[in-house]
């Protein structure tokens, strides 16, 4: 894995670290405030998308689920949190692996 978005969370925090030290390259991050945000495309490079629930709106986690869906970009809904994040890296590890 390379490359993650980040849908969600006005900030990241040691997160992004957490991140990057778990094998991405690359994190880009929407902080889905703005109301263009759901007008905005995924990337073709993204590896996997992480939607932060707690902190997004529902018209914009439905777009992005959309969106994900037809380019068949795997997409996990999570909490701010790395105890929510890290098994789903940790899935999608073991998923790269096999």
Partial sequence: MSSLLV???DHLGT??????SSGFNEIIHLDGRKVNMVKRGIPEHIDLILVMTDYV??????VIK????????????????WSS?????????????N
Avoid at 57 to 62: F, G, I, R, S
Avoid at 66 to 81: D, G, L, M, T, W
């Fill in 7 to 9: 849908v969600g969370a």
């Fill in 15 to 20: 997160i992004t670290d957490k991140l990057m």
């Fill in 57 to 62: 709106n529902h018209n914009l986690a439905k």
């Fill in 66 to 81: 959309q969106k994900a869906k037809n380019q068949e970009k795997p997409i996990y809904f999570v909490k701010r949190s």
């Fill in 85 to 97: 994040i890290h098994p789903v890296i940790q899935k999608m590890k073991v998923r790269k692996a």
